[in-house]
Nanobody, 122 residues
Framework: QVQLVESGGGVVQAGGALRLSCVVS????????LGWFRQAPGKGREFVAGTSWTGINTDYTESVKGRFTISRDGAGNTVYLRMNSLTPEDTAVYSC???????????????WGPGTQVTVSS
């Protein structure tokens, strides 16, 4: 069992930046990968970025490449999503998820956090 808690969401103007945090806890096995997903109003959940737990491998959806960075705090249990140059199209609930394989497929992730709201105003 893996528990995930996100924080760092909020309201920001277009062009601004936010850093989301995902604190991971477990009494069993640490996940192999951690992904960030988002769901905008009236839309399905989409993959944003993912990282292996070691941080060696990362993946980003095309729309955030060059603007978002996923990272882990060294050997710690927090994974960050740094988001720069935000646009209103980035407005969504952002959730982190833990899994065993770095993939963009939502159903491949087993454990999910409750999410944090990001609102970008124009």
């Amino acid at each position: 069992q893996v528990q995930l808690v996100e924080s760092g969401g909020g309201v920001v103007q277009a062009g601004g930046a936010l850093r989301l945090s995902c604190v991971v806890s477990t009494r069993t096995n640490w996940p192999d990968v951690l992904g960030w997903f988002r769901q905008a109003p009236g839309k399905g959940r989409e993959f944003v970025a993912g990282t292996s737990w070691t941080g060696i491998n990362t993946d980003y959806t095309e729309s955030v490449k060059g603007r978002f960075t996923i990272s882990r705090d060294g050997a710690g249990n927090t994974v960050y999503l740094r988001m720069n140059s935000l646009t209103p199209e980035d407005t969504a609930v952002y959730s982190c998820a833990a899994g065993r394989r770095l993939t963009r497929i939502t159903s491949s992730y087993t454990f999910w956090g409750p999410g944090t709201q990001v609102t970008v105003s124009s």
